[in-house]
């Protein structure tokens, strides 16, 4: 017990900087090279895991904005880096060493360039201030190491792979006193470096918003699950707005739109499209029916289906690996992962050979039940698993056969018309409402609110005739 006191004692004496952005003393305990190679690597698995935004102008144009920031910043000479990544939550984060990233989703809900220079600005201040290394030494001290945050469906891991350590960087939620710290930092760069200081004030705003209507669930976390709520942090933020020792007053609503023009809203071809209760993969060629009213998370690793927040009932699709026949394949990955065959059959699945099993395991020490398919298609073999604890298995199952007896290879035709939903712009005539253009012009794509947030107003405050104002269509 000496031994330990004494080596933490030794942690704190040696690893206590100063943060160059606040001048305060804190306890890190890697080195700037250390910070700079941990985010590097980490960095590596979100290029693998979420994969980077294929439009090269929207890219060169959030990294030119990013690169003036950073002169204006406390570590100029980091190996910063700036990336939109394919992912449709509305989110910004950073990594140790510079790297920070916008999801596509949070694109449309900037009104202008100055919010976009603003929420850029406010993920340089995490690292500016070492946020994510203090956080990474608080847990290496409470001995609880980095743990990767749970995205999917958490009845759904002992079928998937662990995602590596370093990527658990990107989720760890900062306190409420790191968040306020980057918006005053983000407000001093935009500031600084000509935007108006505004514009962390209105994308504050558009996140409360956002928080209020819950935003959007799939793929990585939303805003509102990985930052303290946005509006009380709208009020906090004002004095810092207005004592910005440099004041810019650039906005830049234009440039931004230019490359806002076209842009993917929600799902993507490349990582299949959810339209109602069904899933496409247009890229891969073959779709899956879930149970009308399910709530579906599309990932990069799969696509789980459940009830509601509250079951424990779900059904998961994700790549297997094939080892052998279709039949082997079942078997050795199922055990692999913990599960008891109890009874299985070769078949095929609307000409797609298959096996298809029922199976017994322990997730978080409930007994469970697995209706799982494996099915061989377009030269991948994919998993189809209804899971269930045991007690409800029986009053599940039907819905499990019916789901997996759905998954169906896509016609080249029906694939080429899978296409995703996307941003446009439209001049509002008199008369129309949130409402009506969200069901007309949109095509049902998004609710009105959405239509509303994204243009920075209330779904109260109706769009003015004439004006010109961004719109979601539908791709299919």
């Known amino acids: 017990m000496r031994f330990a006191r004494t080596l933490l004692i030794v942690l704190v004496a040696t690893g206590c900087a100063t943060n160059p952005a606040t001048g305060r003393r804190q306890v890190i305990l890697m080195s700037e090279a250390e910070e700079i190679q941990l985010g590097k690597q980490a960095d590596a698995e979100v290029r693998k895991q979420m994969g980077l935004y294929e439009d090269a102008a929207l890219q060169r144009y959030v990294r030119d904005v990013g690169d003036r920031l950073v002169r204006a910043a406390h570590r100029p000479n980091l190996p910063w880096s700036f990336a939109v990544v394919d992912e449709p939550a509305v989110n910004a984060f950073a990594l140790p060493g510079g790297y920070i990233y916008l999801t596509r989703g949070i694109m449309p809900f900037l009104r202008d360039e100055a919010e976009l220079a603003a929420v850029l600005g406010h993920e340089i201040g995490h690292v500016d201030a070492r946020h994510q290394a203090a956080a990474y030494s608080r847990q290496t001290l409470a001995g609880g190491g980095l743990a990767v945050l749970g995205i999917l469906v ?103 739109e230019k490359v806002l023009d076209g842009v993917v809203f929600g799902d993507s071809r490349e990582k299949g499209i959810v339209r109602g209760n ?150 509002v005539r008199g008369g129309e409402t949130w409402e009506s253009i969200a069901k007309g012009p949109g095509g049902g794509a998004v609710r009105a609110s959405t239509l509303a947030i994204m243009n920075g107003r209330d779904v109260t405050t109706q769009p003015r005739s004439g004006e010109r104002i961004r719109i979601v269509v539908s791709g299919m």
Not at 227 to 233: E, G, I, N, T, V
Not at 401 to 427: G, K, Y
């Open 154 to 256: 958490p009845e759904t891991q002992p079928l998937q792979g662990v995602a590596q350590v370093a990527f658990g960087m990107l989720f760890l939620k900062h306190g409420r006193e790191d968040e306020l710290e980057s918006d005053r930092l983000g407000v001093t760069y935009a500031a600084a470096s000509g935007w108006d200081p505004e514009g962390m004030k209105g994308l504050l705003s558009t996140l409360a918003r956002l928080d209020e209507a819950s935003g959007s669930r799939r793929g990585v976390p939303n805003w509102a699950l990985t930052h303290p709520p946005a509006a009380d942090r709208a009020v906090k933020v004002e004095e810092a707005v207005t004592t910005a020792p440099a004041r810019g007053t650039a906005r830049n609503q234009p440039a931004l």
């Open 278 to 427: 069904e899933f496409f993969h247009p890229v891969l060629g073959f779709a899956l029916r879930f149970p009308q009213g399910w709530e579906i998370v599309n990932t990069n690793e799969q696509v789980a289906a459940r009830e509601n927040e509250e079951s424990n009932v779900a059904i998961v699709l994700q790549l297997a690996t094939a080892t052998g026949s279709i039949q082997q394949t079942a078997r050795l990955g199922m055990a692999k992962a913990g599960f008891r065959e109890a009874a299985g059959e070769r078949t095929d699945i609307n000409g797609q050979p298959a096996y298809v099993g029922i199976y017994d395991g322990a997730i978080n020490n409930t007994r469970v039940r697995v209706r799982a398919a494996h099915i061989q298609s377009g030269g991948q073999v994919y998993l189809v698993a209804g899971i269930a604890p045991a007690s409800q298995f029986g009053r599940a199952d039907s819905l499990f056969e019916a789901s997996i007896s759905s998954f169906r290879p896509l016609a080249r035709a029906e694939a080429e018309r899978v296409q995703p939903n996307r941003i446009d712009f439209h001049t």
